[in-house]
């Protein structure tokens, strides 16, 4: 049972350069979603998505990019890197419709810009 | 907007204490409200929920009652273990369309032998 997959796990970034951070779910769900993780804060949500080729907005969007081409993938892209994108950053995966239903989130990637 | 407030950590315990963390929210309709668990060096997991009114989640141990009167899905368990260190967060899903989850700043909790 894979479940949500992210890659990498950690990474160091140069200020400026840019990555792509990947998502990758096997239990058929409609509704992906990027979020962050930082000290304090809680998990505030980058970007989601509700089903293959559509994204949308969540609450701290500036700086990333995301894609869903694919309804198991969801891409979430930095194209230029800045400190204060240093943090823990987690996918997650939910069925749609159904309010009730939990969200199954990836491990983790653990990014540093330096 | 839909907010999650749960008590500020880290809160420190010696093993078989009684825990409560705090959680009260701001929704507006019916959300349904979740107990995350993070491990060290892990993901979230779910680890329990309430979907309506006056709802019990439980799970290892853990209980929370969702009291629509008070806003509120406190985190209870008796007796506390040393493998129950972790992160606890706070999360609730509105019942917009979109299946966001809305989270709490969380808490740590360490249990001490």
């Known amino acids: 049972n894979a479940g949500v997959t992210q890659t990498p796990k950690f990474r160091v970034l140069k200020t400026g350069q840019s990555m792509t951070l990947l998502c990758a779910q096997d239990m058929n769900h409609e509704y992906m979603y990027w979020y962050r993780q930082d000290p304090g804060m809680g998990l505030r949500l980058i970007h989601y998505?509700?089903?293959?080729?559509?994204?949308a907005k969540g609450e701290v969007p500036d700086g990333y990019n995301v894609s869903r081409l694919k309804k198991q993938n969801f891409l979430l892209g930095l194209e230029s890197a800045a400190p204060s994108q240093t943090s823990v950053y987690f996918c997650?995966?939910?069925?749609?419709?159904?309010?009730?239903?939990?969200?199954?989130f990836g491990q983790g990637t653990r990014l540093t810009v330096v | 907007g839909n907010s999650v407030t749960q008590m500020e950590g880290p809160v420190t315990l010696s093993e078989e204490a009684f825990l409560t963390i705090n959680c009260t929210y701001t929704a507006t309709g019916y959300p349904s409200l979740f107990w995350y668990v993070q491990y060290p060096g892990e993901g979230l997991q779910l680890l329990l929920k309430?979907?309506?009114?006056?709802d019990k989640g439980s799970n290892k141990g853990f209980e929370a009652t969702y009291r629509k009167e008070t806003t509120s899905f406190h985190l209870e368990k008796g007796s506390v273990q040393v493998s129950d260190s972790a992160v606890y967060f706070c999360?609730?899903?509105?019942?917009?369309?979109?299946?966001?989850?809305?989270f709490g700043q969380g808490t740590t909790l360490q249990v001490k032998p």
């Open positions: 309430a979907t309506k009114a006056d």
């Open positions: 998505s509700v089903g293959e080729g559509t994204t």
């Open positions: 999360a609730l899903r509105g019942s917009s369309n979109t299946g966001k989850l809305i």
């Open positions: 997650a995966s939910s069925y749609p419709r159904n309010a009730h239903t939990e969200a199954f």
